[in-house]
């Protein structure tokens, strides 16, 4: 099955809003193994409306459509997808009294019975966080799904309702890995995989670059998802084989979690001092639940006054190597570790730019120090790429790699 997705909405055109629906939308239908050909926004205008279900049909199977399903005279897709199918709006009387439940002891507006309107012989899909209801329109083997556009409607209404209609669609099942990796790029990925990713039929493997790892979706189809799982394991073993430690973990895995729990698994906290991250590589781990049995403290030190009075990191260290440079990176992460009585220290500096870089120290030049008691310090240099915003959290990415690699993480 080939989709469409039609966002609806001139505030799509506006800029107003993003277009996060098209990015979950398609996920999930990758998901199902409905290939998505291509993303249009349109704005509440019915003859462009039309058109662009016209465009969308003549290249799919499938188009589901997000937007514009409420009462207002500016919701107009549920009308124009009757008038583009030839029926008939009416009244879905069990969708009218699910309204009248929800606004029981309030005032009804004069115009929400629009939302209990729908193209007649359609297939509705119930909304449990708002009042219009999804619908399922086929006709001549073409498939329109209306769904609404606030995504806390969209999203569960998808999940809860779509989905389990998609799959009586067909007689396979879809299931995918998704492997994260760190410490090497898309394109090097792709290198080391070329062989596996030109053989590819079934399962598919997908690489995915994003701002501070690649992900690696490897995807099968089988008669169920036991059976579609069983396919992707050996092709997942062959590609952990080949990547190795650069496969941090799968799915929802989060680096900095994954961290925090080693560290208490072995007994062991840390602490941070940071410059150029200015608190980032901090927060990721407060992000985090639990976090205040693994972190004892994060320092800002951003200038060098202040990398001497909270750090104690001398004046003359600072005088003959500069703030960034591996002598400092590792004073910092001893100091923050010594001062806290934490077992790691590791710290961050760095030139983020776009301002600040010589010839010598150009901009995205980055030292990560790293303090691990009884074993000394050691530091990592970064060459990095990148804005103001991506370079300090592609550090943050690189130091919690380095603290994952030293052995102590393995």
């Not at 969308?56 to 199918?85: H, N, Q, R, S, W």
């Not at 080391?192 to 399962?203: G, R």
Request: glycine share 10%; aromatic share 4%; with cysteine.
């Amino acid at each position: 099955m080939i989709a469409e997705v039609l966002g609806v909405g001139t505030e799509l055109l506006l800029g107003d809003i993003a277009n996060t629906n098209a990015q979950f939308l398609s996920q999930q239908l990758a998901a199902l193994g409905i290939s998505v050909y291509g993303h249009t926004a349109v704005g509440d205008n019915a003859a462009r409306l039309r058109a662009a279900l016209e465009y969308a049909f003549g290249k799919a199977d499938m188009v589901v459509a997000c937007g514009g399903l409420g009462p207002t005279l500016d919701d107009i897709t549920k009308d124009v997808a009757a008038e583009y199918f030839g029926r008939e709006m009416v009244l879905c009387e069990d969708s009218w009294q699910a309204i009248q439940r929800r606004f029981a002891g309030r005032r009804l507006p004069e115009n929400v019975k629009r939302n209990a309107m729908v193209p007649e012989g359609s297939t509705l899909l119930p909304n449990s966080h708002g009042s219009a209801p999804g619908v399922c329109l086929e006709q001549d083997g073409k498939l329109l799904i209306l769904l609404p556009g606030p995504p806390h409607e969209l999203e569960p209404m998808f999940i809860e309702h779509v989905v389990p209609f998609l799959r009586k669609k067909t007689n396979l099942a879809f299931v995918s890995r998704n492997l994260k990796i760190i410490g090497v790029g898309e394109s090097q990925v792709e290198t080391i995989l070329q062989d596996m990713i030109e053989a590819q039929t079934n399962p598919t493997i997908a690489p995915y670059a994003k701002l501070t790892e690649v992900v690696l979706r490897i995807t099968a189809s089988a008669k169920d998802e036991a059976a579609a799982y069983r396919l992707i394991e050996p092709v997942a073993a062959e590609i952990y084989n080949r990547l190795g430690n650069h496969i941090y973990g799968e799915d929802d895995a989060c680096l900095a979690q994954i961290i925090l729990e080693k560290l208490e698994s072995q007994g062991k906290t840390i602490a941070i001092a940071e410059s150029c991250t200015g608190g980032l590589l901090t927060s990721a781990f407060v992000d985090m639940s639990g976090s205040s049995k693994v972190l004892l403290e994060g320092v800002i030190a951003y200038s060098n006054a202040s990398k001497t009075a909270r750090l104690g990191v001398s004046d003359d260290l600072l005088a003959a190597h500069g703030a960034v440079s591996p002598q400092v990176a590792a004073a910092m992460a001893q100091e923050a570790a010594c001062a806290s009585g934490a077992s790691i220290g590791i710290s961050t500096t760095g030139i983020a730019g776009p301002d600040g870089g010589t010839a010598d120290k150009p901009v995205g030049l980055v030292y990560v120090g790293l303090y691990i008691e009884g074993r000394g310090t050691k530091t990592k240099e970064l060459r990095l790429i990148g804005d103001r915003n991506e370079i300090r959290a592609r550090t943050v990415v690189a130091a919690m790699d380095m603290l994952r690699n030293e052995g102590l993480l393995c």
